[in-house]
């Protein structure tokens, strides 16, 4: 395992639709909510002329020779409540964080990056309980993520801490400040890290070079072998099994587009692939149709959500209120 | 009250704080962070007195849980302040095992939080490299309820404040009936300036005697002349001559209660009994009087330089009222015949002759004002 290091981040960088996610997340809730980032650390490519020196390996913590990490927060989950995986005294409680760990589709390169807290009309500095929990998660070798592109095996402590607040004073504009954070194990304190909104548009064409996709289409061997004579007699004995293998390709598929054959993939490379774009529209719309019923799911999910959540809410109230007879 | 509109278990908490909390600590802001009952207050700001100034700390409870313990924001100045540590056991008591119906746990929170940061202060002050501060550190750091504060900016020089507790006497039980519900004392504020390098005649530090404003009713500290300051002087050969001096002023502006109260009881022969009277350290009455048809109040104020300075006398009519509605008043008085030296009896017969005259200017005057 490669050693950790606390190496200064040069920024955090959030993809519009994260942020704007978290957002919504954090406006809808009914209180403070809190969760988990997930994301990886890159290290930038520094853009040397030949002639400078190099230096990489020498003191990470000087910020000239330091390497340019950026850390990108590709991902979030919301308990929808605080103190979701950490005490009031600001201790990671590990059973709760591991259950919210594997409640999260681990999905390639996200890895814990840190966490965030969201808290309404409060002032946007740190809390007594957010330093301490952001200390604590930090301290856990067992969850640091290795830095890609690095030039020798690196590892990151989960240190980024994303703070949401609105103001005090309530406005007519509704006005969410955010502000990121980096916990440096070396000083013991906060450092702030500027926040990069990654959109889409020609300034940010650098971001599609390191570009993975979050959710990636499923591997599916596609068989390339066109049903010939040669094959006929063999297809008996086999297609149970060839059966049994479609079908399972065909869940996969299911989970990304709604009614789309697997057999039709065949159709968008080879000799078929002529009729490449009219396949690929409906792959597309296929995918669009699953992504509207996956809406329409949730919707109802979060109906019935908002339900119990608004029961839970009188029952606690009742319970406030016996709580001092 | 501050605390009506919390949601119970948060109010009755806050409202222990408040009556319990050995420092007069208030409630500067209250509002609410939920989204459905925005009319349940869950966050406020407390001003906590520390070292003879205030500290703001938000205290954010959560409405939805108001089972939950609170979280503290601390002011912007004090971000390095983190009290949660490993080695805190008591802090770490007191908020694991939060009992929301046991209304003692936030001022056991805010006590211990307030003694960490007396302690962080005091880190940061004696970390200052400073030989002159480092040696008067080391002659007072022993005082009790001694509190030292470090405040620096950009924009500010660096200072070092320190709150330095007078007297090892306990005013409160030498006033009869003392209404103070909190442990009076006075305080040294002494201001250094931090210089980094040894100077061969240091400057003076700014001095400075606080006390309450409660305790201004019996010794008003402002009008203390501090002994002066010499070159090369430290604290701890300051502090001792200083603190003979005030012993002495505060007996005396104690024993002062008692001539005042004499003086008192010396009007009411002459004016009859006082409609009002402060009966604990005798610093106002007001009496009924009349001049013919015309009935007045007269307002004795006595200062705590009594009997060196003659009380302020203020007449008000109880007949005429100005446009505003409210009872025509005269000026304060306080030429009229006086001595010292008189006996309490002549002093009250004197003011009641003076006013005898006096009466008749005023009446003149309220009802010119009313004719207006």
Redesign the interface.
């Known amino acids: 395992m490669a050693a950790m290091r606390d190496l200064p981040l040069q920024k955090v960088a959030i993809s519009g639709p994260t942020l704007a996610s978290m957002l919504q997340r954090f406006s809808s809730?009914?209180?403070?909510v809190d969760g988990l980032l997930f994301g990886h650390v890159t290290h930038l490519a520094p853009t040397l002329t030949d002639d400078a020196p190099h230096t990489s390996n020498s003191d990470p913590s000087s910020s000239s020779d330091s390497p340019e990490l950026v850390a990108t927060i590709t991902s979030f989950i919301c308990p929808n409540?605080?103190?979701s995986f950490y005490?009031?005294?600001?201790l990671v409680d590990t059973p709760s964080l591991q259950r919210l760990l594997v409640a999260h589709p681990g999905r390639h390169r996200q890895h814990l990056l840190g966490w965030f807290s969201a808290?309404?009309?409060?002032?946007n500095?740190?809390?007594?309980?957010?330093?301490?929990v952001t200390?604590c998660l930090s301290s856990i070798s067992e969850l640091s993520l290795p830095v890609e592109n690095a030039e020798s095996p690196v590892n990151l402590a989960p240190c980024v801490f994303l703070l949401f607040a609105t103001p005090?004073q309530e406005q007519l504009i509704h006005t969410h400040e955010y502000r990121a954070y980096q916990f440096r194990d070396s000083t013991?304190?906060?450092d702030s890290k500027s926040v990069d909104i990654v959109n889409i548009g020609p300034a940010f064409r650098g971001h599609y070079g390191s570009f993975s996709p979050n959710s990636p289409f499923p591997m599916l061997s596609c068989d390339l072998r066109s049903s010939s004579a040669m094959n006929e007699d063999r297809s008996e004995e086999i297609s149970l099994v060839e059966l049994k293998k479609v079908a399972n390709d065909q869940k996969e598929l299911d989970m990304c587009a709604e009614g789309y054959g697997v057999a039709n993939l065949n159709r968008l490379i080879g000799h078929e692939a002529t009729s490449y774009t009219a396949g690929l529209e409906d792959l597309y719309e296929k995918m669009l149709v699953k992504i509207q019923s996956l809406a329409r799911e949730v919707e109802s999910g979060n109906a019935k959500v908002h339900q119990l959540e608004?029961h839970n809410?009188k029952l606690?109230?009742k319970?406030?209120?016996g709580?001092?007879e | 009250m501050p605390y009506d509109g919390f949601p119970p278990l948060i109010s009755s908490q806050l409202q222990y704080l408040l009556n319990h909390s050995s420092h007069l600590i208030k409630v500067e802001q209250v509002w609410s962070g939920t989204k459905y009952f925005p009319g349940a207050f869950d966050r406020f700001t407390l001003v906590i007195p520390y070292c003879l100034d205030f500290i703001r700390w938000d205290v954010v409870y959560n409405a939805e849980l108001p089972m939950a313990p609170p979280d503290v924001i601390f002011a912007a100045e004090d971000e390095d302040f983190h009290p949660l540590h490993a080695d805190t056991k008591l802090l770490q008591g007191i908020l694991c095992n939060w009992n929301f119906k046991d209304p003692t746990c936030l001022f056991n929170l805010i006590e211990e939080l307030r003694r960490k940061y007396v302690k962080y202060q005091t880190n940061l002050v004696e970390r200052v490299d400073d030989d002159r501060l480092k040696f008067e550190i080391s002659t007072i750091i022993s005082r009790e309820g001694i509190e030292m504060h470090m405040s620096s900016g950009t924009d500010k020089p660096e200072e070092v404040k320190f709150a330095v507790p007078l007297m090892d006497m306990n005013i409160n039980k030498m006033v009869l009936a003392c209404p103070w519900r909190h442990q009076q004392k006075i305080y040294l504020q002494v201001v250094y300036p931090v210089g980094r390098k040894y100077l061969s005649a240091p400057s003076a530090p700014r001095l400075k005697l606080m006390s309450s404003a409660e305790l201004k009713a019996l010794f008003p500290v402002d009008e203390i002349k501090l002994p002066s300051w010499v070159d090369g002087m430290c604290l701890a050969e300051y502090l001792p001559h200083l603190e003979e001096l005030l012993q002495k002023q505060v007996l005396e502006a104690v024993s002062l209660i008692d001539v005042r109260r004499h003086f008192i009881e010396a009007l009411a022969p002459l004016f009859g009994r006082p409609l009002e009277a402060d009966p604990v350290f005798c610093r106002k009455a007001t009496f009924l009087a009349n001049s013919g048809p015309f009935t007045f109040l007269v307002h004795v104020s006595i200062s705590t330089q009594f009997p060196k300075q003659p009380p302020s006398l203020m007449l008000q009519s109880t007949q005429h009222v100005n446009p505003r509605d409210m009872p025509v008043k005269s000026a304060i008085m306080n030429e009229y015949p006086w001595s010292p030296r008189w006996e309490v009896m002549l002093m009250a017969e004197k003011i009641h002759e003076f006013l005898f005259d006096e009466c008749l200017n005023f009446k003149r005057y309220c009802n010119e004002s009313q004719q207006q």
């Open positions: 809730s009914v209180g403070d409540s605080v103190l005490d009031a005294f600001g808290r309404r009309r409060t002032s500095r740190p809390s007594m309980r957010e330093f301490s200390r005090v013991e304190c906060f608004s809410r606690r109230y319970v406030g209120k709580g001092v």
